[in-house]
């Protein structure tokens, strides 16, 4: 079956630094992959997106690396704020229509 | 605004009722999803639907039934099948192409009394 799944349950930076989630997935035919952020009690808002055929792609404060080789991405986030404070799942597409697999999210913490 | 709504916010449940959970979208996405999401876990697909009048299930899908007879709506029922139903129920929509993001909704947390 496919899978996505997370390296690390917690993790805990400092404001101001930067912060590296990390995701593994089992899929090899799994050609996009999302990564969400959900704070308490709210549903999942999209982050930023990558599609197989790129290694990186930037947004605001934010890049995602994939590295398909070893079937692994990564979201950093530059310059850490409280508000980036949320639980961050990555998601990866199933390559036989439209659904989505979820990790098991990884629970960010930023310390003033 | 559009959006994906789903109503209630939080629903109560006696053990062997059905309650079902609504989720609308102006989105006028194709593609629906339920996922159910336990605490300290990842986001489980229960059913989804590519196309009016069409879902299928998905990996936890016994206990529940869905309904799509509009494109923009996509409820829930969870039924006294359903053996252990207290949980934070997503639901989301897609243009349903390919490589393109889903958009949830803001949750119900059901819970049975």
């Known amino acids: 079956g496919e899978s996505v799944g997370l390296h690390l349950p917690t993790l805990s930076v400092q404001e101001g630094d930067n912060s590296i989630i990390n995701c593994a997935y089992s899929n090899s035919a799994s050609d996009y992959f999302i990564w969400y952020k959900q704070e308490s009690g709210k549903g999942p808002q999209f982050i930023i997106d990558i599609r197989s055929n790129m290694d990186k792609r930037q947004g605001q404060r934010v890049t995602v690396l994939l590295n398909k080789t070893v079937k692994h991405l990564s979201l950093q986030i530059a310059a850490t704020q409280p508000g980036d404070s949320a639980v961050y799942f990555c998601a990866g597409a199933s390559n036989t229509g439209n659904q989505f697999y979820f990790g098991t999210g990884t629970s960010l913490t930023v310390i003033p | 605004d559009g959006g994906i709504t789903q109503s209630p916010k939080y629903l109560f449940r006696k053990e062997g009722q059905n309650v079902t959970l609504s989720c609308e979208q102006n989105l006028n996405h194709d593609a629906m999803y339920w996922y159910r999401q336990d605490p300290g876990q990842g986001l489980r697909l229960i059913y989804y639907s590519q196309i009016v009048n069409d879902f299928q299930k998905g990996d936890i899908a016994e206990g529940y039934s869905v309904s799509r007879e509009k494109k923009e709506s996509f409820p829930l029922t969870v039924t006294s099948a359903q053996k252990n139903p207290t949980a934070f129920y997503l639901c989301?929509?897609?243009?349903?192409?390919?490589?393109?993001?889903?958009?949830f909704g803001q949750g119900t947390r059901l819970t049975v009394v």
């Open positions: 989301a929509s897609s243009i349903g192409d390919q490589n393109t993001e889903a958009f």
